[in-house]
């Protein structure tokens, strides 16, 4: 098993190791009546705002605090796996990957909770974790982390450059410029991206103030919305009292937002991805340009229509479209307002627009399409590229809406619960 002190010092160097300890003896007790008033304190939060949370534990922590935990099943959390033990398990060979991942579900579901969503201490991962989460039977991942380019050469004091540079060479993150913040189905496990900077990197690396935070977390949520996609912000429950302000700002102002945002656990969000891909539309021609539709999707299917007559009650939702606000209509329009695809086009690239929402079809005459794409090659790089072809177009388009209820983006609070009490910390350096 990985030393803990050898994985974290990948990350941090020894100044910040040594800020690591101390920060530790002031924000857990020998008891865990510190970490009690942290969580109610969070859950007293998330309620003010009609907001849910997930907090991802290790099962280890979970079976000595059972009690305590038990006092938040049923209000506004999920508790999902953070491990058996707070360890490195892309270091695991994937026989071991799985037995863990098993004794951790099992671990849960003797404390009544039937985990659905895994992720791993210091959101380590390979191909082989990802197989075996599946294969252990849960139904989302969150590892993958993605930094949203928003904080200015000010905002990283020269004493941090060095301890922010590292962390961002351990977690490897994706780029917010570069890729797409949303979930994607990879088989039957939803991944879901988690966002950077987080309060660790923002309070210990770079001893941010709570302006700070505050700032860098509001940018976040801007840019999540303006772009339609999900900000899942990472808060360990231990720093609430000092990320308090910060957050309730962040809900605030996602709360007053139309089109709205849309609050969810990554439970939630990982269902939804997954039936609404179920969704399916039946566009039949009649005479005269006049197009019938018939929609078939889960509670909360959005359908969203720019550039045509809609003979149906709509209302304005935003960037052009309108909402359609019913399963059944018609509408007007010398051509069909979908994407067509030739049978050559690549499958990746054909699932990935369903994912967005495009509704596609395999067609051979691109004059009957607004949008006709024959493209053999994707990669996860074009994403952004592909989507900017589709919107900035202007052409008639109609398509599903990511989110459900005409929601325009989506906000998920998480945060990761290593140990509850400093002995859980020790406990760690013998692998238990």
């Not at 006049?290 to 299917?301: A, E």
Request: some cysteine; hydrophobic content about 40%.
């Amino acid at each position: 098993m990985t030393n803990p002190f050898v994985v974290a010092s990948k990350g941090k160097d020894r100044i910040h190791l040594i800020k690591r300890a101390r920060n530790i003896t002031n924000r857990y007790g020998l008891t865990s009546a510190l970490m009690d008033l942290a969580l109610q304190k969070f859950s007293d939060l998330l309620e003010k705002f009609d907001c849910y949370a997930t907090f991802p534990i290790t099962a280890v922590a979970l079976k000595r605090h059972r009690k305590l935990i038990n006092k938040y099943l049923g209000q506004n959390i999920e508790f999902a796996v953070h491990g058996y033990n707070h360890v490195d398990y892309s270091q695991f060979d994937p026989k071991s990957q799985l037995e863990q991942l098993q004794l951790a579900r099992d671990v849960f579901e003797r404390v009544g909770i039937k985990p659905k969503g895994f992720r791993s201490p210091y959101l380590s991962r390979d191909d082989n974790l990802s197989k075996a989460i599946e294969t252990a039977g849960y139904s989302y991942v969150s590892n993958q982390p993605i930094l949203w380019e928003v904080l200015s050469q000010d905002d990283i004091p020269l004493r941090a450059i060095v301890a922010y540079k590292k962390a961002l060479a351990f977690y490897k993150p994706w780029k917010s410029s570069e890729r797409l913040s949303i979930p994607k189905l990879c088989g039957k496990l939803v991944d879901i991206p988690v966002s950077l900077p987080d309060d660790e990197i923002l309070v210990d690396r770079l001893s941010g103030s709570t302006n700070l935070v505050k700032k860098t977390w509001l940018n976040i949520q801007s840019q999540a919305y303006h772009r339609g996609e999900l900000f899942t912000l990472q808060l360990h429950p231990e720093r609430i009292g000092f990320c308090a302000d910060s957050l309730s700002a962040v809900l605030a102002e996602a709360r007053v937002l139309s089109p709205a945002v849309w609050f969810a656990r990554l439970d939630e969000i990982a269902i939804w991805w997954k039936t609404r891909l179920e969704a399916t539309i039946d566009i039949s021609n009649s005479e005269g340009g006049q197009f019938n539709c018939i929609v078939n999707g889960p509670s909360g299917t959005t359908i969203l229509a720019r550039g045509i007559e809609i003979n149906a009650p709509s209302s304005p939702w935003t960037n052009g479209y309108l909402e359609v606000n019913k399963m059944n209509f018609s509408f007007k329009s010398s051509i069909r307002p979908i994407i067509g695809v030739t049978p050559s086009t690549s499958k990746e690239l054909v699932f990935f627009l369903r994912q967005q929402g495009y509704i596609v079809e395999i067609a051979q005459q691109p004059e009957h399409y607004s949008i006709f794409l024959d493209q053999y090659k994707f990669d996860s790089n074009n994403e952004i590229s592909i989507l900017e072809l589709i919107e900035e177009t202007n052409h008639p388009l109609l398509k599903f809406g990511r989110w459900p209820n005409g929601s325009k983006s989506a906000l998920a609070i998480t945060g990761d619960i290593d140990a509850l009490t400093i002995w859980d910390y020790v406990y760690r350096l013998f692998g238990r």
